[in-house]
């Protein structure tokens, strides 16, 4: 297993991608117990016209494809942004034992920013959490793509 920042590098070489597509630059890999990167994705809703196609979502269907199973015990989701409300949930369908993400989101964040989902006593599945994780790399990514749109 490597570190958490080899990995977090893996994701936000996936948010590039997406930059050079045109979409928020957001990037997630999967990486199972043994440390493989078994799944891949960036944001892509745009491109899709589909609105689930965060990089988080993206990235869980690729490695369930891979692995051939929905259920994804014992890897761990690195993504450049705190996740949303949408993929949090997927995150805990996906029985993940642990996100590490980079920035956070303060309008839309639900793992600290707006609220903490994973810790929820109704969920009976648990997911470790680690935030901060090379949250400046993604930030410049995302401030380029937004100074970009507005022309600066
Ligand atoms: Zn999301």
Not at 89 to 101: K, S
Request: proline share 4%; with cysteine; hydrophobic share 40%.
């Amino acid at each position: 297993m490597r570190s958490d920042e080899f990995y977090m590098h893996r994701a936000l070489d996936q948010a590039r991608e997406g930059l050079a597509a045109g979409e928020v630059p957001v990037g997630a890999v999967v990486v199972d117990a043994d440390g493989e990167i078994v799944g891949r994705g960036f944001n892509a809703p745009v491109s899709g016209h589909d609105p689930s196609a965060h990089a988080e979502v993206r990235a869980l269907r690729d490695a369930g494809a891979r692995l051939g199973n929905y259920r994804l015990d014992g890897c761990t989701l690195y993504v450049t942004l705190e996740p949303c409300l949408m993929c949090t949930g997927a995150i805990i369908h996906a029985r993940l034992a642990r996100v590490v993400y980079g920035a956070a989101e303060p309008r839309s964040g639900m793992v600290e920013s707006k609220a903490n989902l994973f810790a929820q006593p109704w969920y009976n599945h648990r997911v470790e959490v680690e935030g901060g994780v090379l949250a400046s790399r993604a930030t410049r990514l995302l401030q380029a793509f937004f100074a970009e749109r507005r022309g600066d």
